[in-house]
């Protein structure tokens, strides 16, 4: 810990920055790694949901059926994770700074949770890719398609909700 410390101090020093600047950047970097990384989870995800949407959709002109509408639902549901490293980014975008190598406590929770959250939307995309076929194939079984996708996304609240706690204390 020490070591990423000097590291941050010869950094300011290099640049002519005061140690508080540095420490505010390195906060707010950690920052965006927790919506950014949610994003990315929530991207690959929403992409996976929507191509299977889109495939199942298909299949429903192809054989003469109507296409569901609550495929959209599939493919829209790992967006959630962004919204909740945006809660996140804002929790540690108001820290305080004044605390020196401070800013280790925010990184370590924003990489984290970011990652833990982008994870969960990949993996709801994934089955929310399975639903939208499911669904689409024969149309039964939303609700609980729809609750497994749940399941998925209470990872993501879990880990905001833990990150929060984590936030309070330092």
Known sequence: MSLLMTLADAAANAA???ADATQKALVLAAA???????????????????????????????????????????AGAPL???????????????????KPGIW????????????????????????AASAADAFAENGKGFTNQLMSLGIIETVAIFVMAF?????AMI
Not at 49 to 72: E, T, V
Not at 85 to 98: P, R
Not at 163 to 167: I, Q, R, S
């Open 16 to 18: 002519n920055v005061p």
């Open 32 to 74: 965006f790694a927790a919506i950014g990384f949610a994003a990315i989870g929530s991207a690959f995800g929403s992409g996976v949901a929507a191509n299977a949407a889109i495939g199942a959709w298909k299949k429903c002109y192809m054989q003469n059926k109507p296409a569901p509408f609550q495929l959209l639902i599939f």
């Open 80 to 98: 959630s994770q962004t919204i909740y490293g945006m809660i996140l980014m804002f929790s540690i975008m108001g820290a305080d700074v004044t």
């Open 104 to 127: 280790i406590a925010y990184m370590t929770v924003g990489i984290l949770s970011g990652i833990a959250m982008g994870i969960s939307a990949y993996w709801q995309g994934l089955a």
């Open 163 to 167: 990150a929060m706690v984590l936030l």
